[in-house]
């Protein structure tokens, strides 16, 4: 099986999309596309409330966002695989706050973006309201705004045709076990051992696991190999 180049994490704010990204570039070593939208936002001396109140701003905002994410994204395969928490999810956010959605709609370069997306391997981070936080650039945290923007960014990928996989656990062991369990399907294993914790066992703290206990010890010389132990 090809393995997939582009890997994308889509939902609404404050639902762990970049915790879920770091985790994927930390354990499988593919790197994570930085963010744009606060550089664009620093760029145009703008605060997040007036992109509320100035829908000509908020139209310019999310254009310039969309336009440097689509290029990040097309620069990155260029250099290989790469993970994103972002893709189109601003678009969902012009659609509530702007007028833009209809010129981006007839862009051809949408079409060509998501195209790009549909080849790649899409998990859609479901909300929970236990996870809301403010990120200083992100909508305010209001639940109602959340489920709305969550049910925006699903109708992109229904409209769209993109396959994806619904993350809807709120416990982050089995949001993990679900992306490695895909990524695995996928053909992408692990770049750190799930072992690496107890595999720098020293010898001061296997003797004093020894001295708890021959039950302890037991378990340890099963777990930790000869080699650590030197």
Known sequence: MEQPARIYLVGAHSTGKTTLARWIRDNYGIPMISEVARSVLAEMEAQVDSLRADVDLVNRY?????????????????RGAFVSDRAFCNLAYAAQHGTLLAEVARDPRLAAYMQGVKQGLVFFVR??????????????????????????????????????????????Q?????????????????????????????????????????????????????????
Do not use: N
């Open 62 to 78: 999310q254009a310039e966002v969309f336009l440097r994410q689509a290029r990040s994204e097309a620069e990155a395969e260029q």
């Open 174 to 230: 089995e949001r993990q076990r679900c992306l490695e369990r895909v990524l695995s399907l996928a053909g992408l294993e692990k770049a750190t051992p799930d072992t690496r914790y107890l595999s720098g066992l020293t010898r001061e703290a296997a003797q004093s696991l020894e001295q708890s206990g021959p039950e302890s010890s037991h378990v340890i010389s099963k777990r930790v190999p000869e080699s650590a132990l030197r």
């Open 127 to 172: 909300p929970h309201q236990a996870l809301l936080a403010s990120d200083g650039v992100r909508e305010r945290l209001d639940w109602e705004e959340v489920l709305r923007i969550d049910g925006m960014v699903k109708f992109m990928l229904e409209f769209f045709g993109v396959p994806y996989v619904p993350v809807a656990s709120l416990a982050m």
